[in-house]
């Protein structure tokens, strides 16, 4: 991140504030010693491939902790974006029953987002450029980091669009804006098994950073959420630290904690009829200002992990339906195998009736599909002597109610998993579309 940016138009070499950057336009930044350290790691993982160990399938090259994700455009950037390595998730209230305020905030954090996306500094003046006798305008953690992938998402959640309203306005609501609430945003229906925290779910706003560098994705969350103070307040905030899915084909599938490949069937962003069946709302859909934008659903599922280290490796491979080592389907040789949910061995069926994959695929439940883009966590312990361990789950689809409720609701009857995993926190956000150019805002449509 640098420290200023001359005229406050975009990085030195870049394609402005429109276009964004490619990871190829990205400002050189000289050899800091954090640069060193990606080159000589990006070493390690092509030896390592190269000499068919098994490498650390997330782990950020040099050009990973370099590059930048164009933030305008139809779409918001951090969906079909390639799954960086880290996370930081954080869900707000909105304390204010302001509109005013709101959108004003709206507009601030639209221009502090874009900038971090670009490597700069929150805002023109920085850490260090608005005088001795003001607080700095940028926490100054990220001075002298690379731009890291940085991907900053905002989603409404369906507390946003409710309340009484304060002065009478055109569509009720706290800020007039409950007539434009989309059918597709309601809380979740409770799922059996659900022991879901109050404290780590719903919220009114969220915002998703993502980077391959936890401290960029801390700053970024911090900085928006420092100068929402008296307009929102953090309700709670989740850090994840290695993407348990690809969201593109080139990447390498990466593990979860209980060390199987994790998103080998997940929609990939090449994937454009799957992606735009699946992921982005149609104008025709419900609210017009929703066009291009998509729904987030967040689940923190915690992993039992200790009972599961104490699992043998056919009982885990029978939870999943897949085999540990290469990530097959039982059955088959390869990751990318087909899914043959009918074959049988001498035992019967491979694929166990109630193995998650057989459970959450799209064959089973009539087609469906999601884009997962969740993170490993570990928090401390659980003060019963267990690490408060699991994953957390973020979902992409173009209507939770047809997709991600279905889905679940299967799950959380049969899933063999289920002895494994105990769902602990939930929330649901509306994601609007990408913004365009000039002065437009995250949810200019919404506020129009
Ligand atoms: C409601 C949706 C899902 C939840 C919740 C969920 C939790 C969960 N999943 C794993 C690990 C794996 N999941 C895998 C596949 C898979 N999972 C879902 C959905 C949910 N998972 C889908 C739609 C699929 C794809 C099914 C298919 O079509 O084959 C796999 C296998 C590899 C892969 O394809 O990704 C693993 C492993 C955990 C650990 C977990 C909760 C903690
Ligand atoms: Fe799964």
């Not at 800020?175 to 098994?193: H, N, S, V």
Request: aromatic share 8%; proline share 6%; net charge negative.
């Amino acid at each position: 991140m640098r420290e200023q940016d001359a005229d406050g138009t975009g990085p030195r070499g870049g394609t402005g504030p429109e276009g964004g950057s490619a990871p190829e336009d990205a400002p050189r930044r000289g050899f800091s010693r954090r640069s060193l350290f990606g080159l000589a790691g990006a070493g390690v993982v092509v030896g390592a491939a190269a000499g068919g160990a098994v490498g650390r399938a997330t782990a950020p090259d040099n050009s990973a902790m370099a590059g930048t994700v164009p933030f305008r455009g139809a779409h918001q950037a951090g969906i079909v974006t390639a799954a960086q390595d880290r996370m930081h998730f954080v869900a707000f209230d909105v304390i204010t029953d302001s509109r005013e305020k709101l959108v004003s905030l709206l507009k601030t954090w639209t221009s502090m987002a874009e900038r971090m996306s670009q490597g700069l500094q929150a805002t023109q003046d920085g850490a260090t450029g608005s005088g001795e006798y003001s607080p700095p305008d940028d926490t100054g953690e990220a001075l002298g980091l690379d731009p890291s992938q940085l991907t900053i998402t905002i989603g409404f959640g369906p507390g946003l669009f409710a309340g009484a309203p304060v002065t009478p306005a055109e569509g009720e609501g706290r800020f007039g804006i409950a007539a434009r609430k989309p059918a597709a945003l309601e809380q979740m229906p409770r799922f059996m098994l659900d022991a879901l925290d109050p404290a780590r779910s719903e919220g009114d706003l969220c915002i998703q950073a993502c980077a391959n560098d936890p401290q960029v994705a801390v700053h970024a969350v911090r900085n928006l959420a420092r100068v929402g103070f008296g307009v929102v307040a953090v309700r709670w905030s989740q850090l994840g630290f290695g993407r348990t899915s690809s969201t593109s084909t080139g990447q390498e599938t990466p593990r979860n904690l209980f060390g199987f490949k994790d998103g080998t069937r997940n929609i990939k962003a090449e994937d454009t009829d799957a992606v735009d069946r699946f992921i982005w709302v149609d104008g025709a859909d419900d609210q017009p200002w929703m066009a291009g934008g998509s729904y987030l659903v967040a689940r923190r599922i915690r992993m039992r992990i200790e009972p599961w280290d104490r699992t043998t490796l056919h009982e885990q491979e029978r939870v999943f339906g897949r085999d540990k080592g290469s990530g097959a389907p039982l059955g088959q040789d390869d990751e990318f195998d087909p899914l043959d949910l009918q074959s049988k061995g001498p035992n019967g069926l491979l694929i166990d009736e109630d193995a998650h994959v057989r459970l959450a695929s799209a064959e089973q439940n009539g087609g469906i599909r999601i884009l997962r883009r969740g993170y490993n966590f570990t928090d401390g312990s659980d003060g019963l002597g267990h690490l408060d361990a699991g994953l957390f789950f973020i979902a992409y689809c173009r209507d939770p109610q047809k997709q991600f409720v279905p889905l679940q609701d299967a799950l959380s009857r049969n899933d063999l998993l289920n002895e494994y995993i105990s769902h602990v926190g939930s929330a649901v956000f509306a994601v609007p579309p990408g913004v365009s150019s000039g002065d437009d805002y995250w949810g200019s449509g919404l506020f129009a």
